[in-house]
């Protein structure tokens, strides 16, 4: 097997590997549903509030109005605790003007609080709004009837609804910019209180639990329509559960947190359970997270991240502690069996693809050695090479010295040379001046040839 085929099986592994990344990247944010949730306990307010009011500002401060020490409502109290979700801090509101425990709530478009009815030697009809940022309260105009211990929702359109009054059915309207109530079409069912509600995507409301006639816990749903005034039937709650409370999380669907399982919860039994609610597919789950201790009767606020707070309640005695309940948006569990085995057949092409390099790397240990032998050889005639270029250099410095030494012995012989016949000339310099002008030619007798 030649080194491009290796090349390939080496890229198609990496190829598999990637993709799988990717798939584990995408399968968070690809999400229409959540399966994920976390309950997390974060602090106390400074003393205990049974069916409290309560709202989160948008300044992070999480607002307890009233309540009562205990289920039966022996003490109440007036007081508004603003307790600081960041940093935990303690201070308190205006307090409001009409005590109660056990009233209807629900906070404003305008971001003011609406505390309706509730009960203070008995359940009251009246309307009492306060405004968390001039910490100012005001009373607005009485419900048609004796309100409480039932569940208020707000419409996009401002206006507030409000289900089932204490002992009795009922549904009633309330429009704040009016200060005007009207009286719509009660529940079939007959629900008497402790129901909780939340407002869906399409503008209907959803109305879960509650007690009967017989103060006994119902796993009855409903959906109320305020644009036709009239009612349907939902899938009912695998636990019969009242006085517990409902939001609409991050992922689109509706939790209902704790309650009483069977009568009032000063005589009944309190759960720690979470059940969740799909209103695409109507269908209800009871999930893994839960609320610790078990509790009912306590008061739930939305901050603007839409995490969930869960303050005060009662369990055998009144509770001072505060939950926040998270949920994540996370892939629709079809989706995530889908990608999960997308995923492990991946796994599977991996494990082959490691198992053939692992073949091929076994196979090309002698390819291996051979490049290694060649690599020495490489290094040696290197080194041989170097040390021929340095001899070279060596010789060449030699030649250049014998050069120059010769050149400089000729120029020496020249310069003697020279020297030499300098010296001759001035010795016969010398000798010509110190004989005179020298011998002289006799000129010859006539007749006679100069010899």
């Keep these: 097997m030649n080194m491009r085929t290796n090349l390939i099986k080496v890229a198609a592994f990496c ?26 306990q974060i602090g106390n307010i400074p003393a205990i509030r049974v069916d409290p009011a309560a709202m989160v500002t948008d300044d992070g401060m999480l607002l307890v109005v009233g309540g009562s020490d205990d289920a039966s409502g022996s003490t109440l109290y007036n007081t508004v605790i603003q307790y600081g979700l960041e940093n935990h801090s303690i201070s308190y509101g205006a307090t409001i003007p009409n005590t109660r425990y056990y009233p209807d709530y629900a906070v404003g478009n305008d971001g003011n609080l609406f505390v309706l009815g509730g009960w203070n030697g008995g359940y009251q009809p009246s309307v009492q709004i306060y405004n968390p940022v ?40 309330y429009i704040p910019t009016t200060d005007v109530w009207h009286t719509m079409t009660s529940s079939p069912t ?54 517990g409370a409902a939001f609409v999380g991050n992922d689109g669907f509706i939790y209902y947190v704790g309650g009483s399982t069977t009568g009032w919860p000063d005589t009944g039994t309190e759960t720690n359970a979470i059940q969740r609610y799909d209103p695409v597919k109507d269908i209800w789950t009871v999930i893994s997270a839960t609320i610790s201790p078990e509790k009912a009767m306590f008061g739930l606020a939305l901050d603007q991240e839409g995490n969930a707070y869960i303050v005060g309640g009662f369990n055998t005695v009144g509770l001072d502690d505060i939950d926040m309940i998270q949920t994540m948006d996370l892939a629709d569990e079809d989706e995530i069996i889908a990608l999960k085995g997308q995923i492990a057949d991946l796994k599977n092409q991996i494990l082959t693809l490691q198992g053939d390099i692992s073949n091929l790397q076994t196979k090309d240990i002698d390819m291996l050695q051979q490049i290694s032998d060649l690599q020495d050889d490489l290094n040696q005639t290197e080194d041989d090479l170097n040390s021929a270029i340095n001899g070279a250099n060596n010789n060449a410095n030699n030649a250049n010295t014998a050069a ?11 310069l003697v040379g020279i020297i030499g016949i300098v010296v001759g000339l001035i010795a016969m310099m010398m000798a010509r001046k110190k004989g005179g002008q020298g011998p002289q030619m006799v000129p010859a007798p006539p007749g006679q040839i100069q010899q």
């Design 190 to 243: 007959g629900t008497l209180g402790g129901t909780s509600a939340v407002l869906l995507s399409n503008g209907s409301v959803f109305i879960m639990g509650g007690w009967n006639g017989a103060v006994s816990a119902i796993a009855t749903c409903e959906i109320y329509n305020p644009l036709t005034d009239s009612w349907s039937s939902a899938e009912s709650m695998p636990i019969a559960a009242a006085g």
């Design 404 to 414: 120059s030494n010769a050149n400089m012995m000729a120029l020496i012989g020249v």
């Design 15 to 40: 190829v598999a590997f990637s993709f799988l990344m990717t798939a584990l990247t995408v399968l968070p944010t690809n999400a229409k549903a959540a399966q994920f949730e976390i309950v997390t």
């Design 134 to 173: 001039n910490d100012t309260w005001w009373t607005g105009t009485d419900a048609p009837a004796n309100i409480g211990a039932g569940c208020a929702v707000t419409l996009t359109n401002g206006s507030i609804l409000v289900f089932n009054r204490p002992w009795s059915v009922g549904t009633y309207m």
